[in-house]
């Protein structure tokens, strides 16, 4: 094992950070996530590897909060599928579920990254506890502040386009 990691643990993990590198960078490079191009697709397909992969992950005990997180994340992807391929369901919000969606699922993979991140490195002393620490907390609160912002950004973005 690898920093506390099995074989399923670190093909996870590698999976997750490609998703996470190709959503960074289509977020700041595009303002978006989008399945219209290689680095949208890439994000998409490995955000549904990181889901599926996770799935045989135990490490914490049995099913608990991550798998919840994962499947939280398949129905979105769900929804943003639905909202790209058929517009009469959800008429004018398409656009609006797919912006708002694929970054939701962009915040979703920064939770389990920040939450294991922090309580595995450094390796001799992380710099949290456990899933529960105090720093874990604030540094998701972070992320979902960034992710409310850039989030808004998107929506008068958007408004301003189909206006």
Aim: charged fraction near 10%; proline fraction near 5%.
């Amino acid at each position: 094992m690898m920093f506390g990691l099995t074989s399923l643990g670190i093909i996870h993990t590698l999976i997750s950070l490609i998703a996470v590198f190709s959503g960074a960078i289509s977020l700041v490079k595009l303002k978006e996530i989008t399945w219209n191009n290689s680095i949208g697709k890439t994000y998409v397909i490995t955000t549904i590897l990181t889901c599926l992969t996770g799935f045989g992950i135990f490490q914490h005990g049995g099913f608990g909060k991550p798998h919840v997180l994962g499947i939280i994340t398949l129905a979105v992807l769900g929804l943003i599928y639905l909202a790209q391929k058929s517009s009469q369901p959800l008429g004018k919000y398409s656009p609006y579920i797919e912006k708002i969606g694929y970054s939701l699922t962009f915040f979703f993979h920064l939770v389990p990254g920040v939450t294991e991140t922090t309580t595995r490195l450094p390796l001799e002393h992380p710099w949290a506890s456990s899933p529960d620490d105090p720093l874990v907390a604030k540094l998701v609160g972070i992320c979902l502040v960034l992710f409310l912002v850039g989030t808004t950004f998107q929506i008068i973005a958007l408004r301003k386009k189909l206006s």
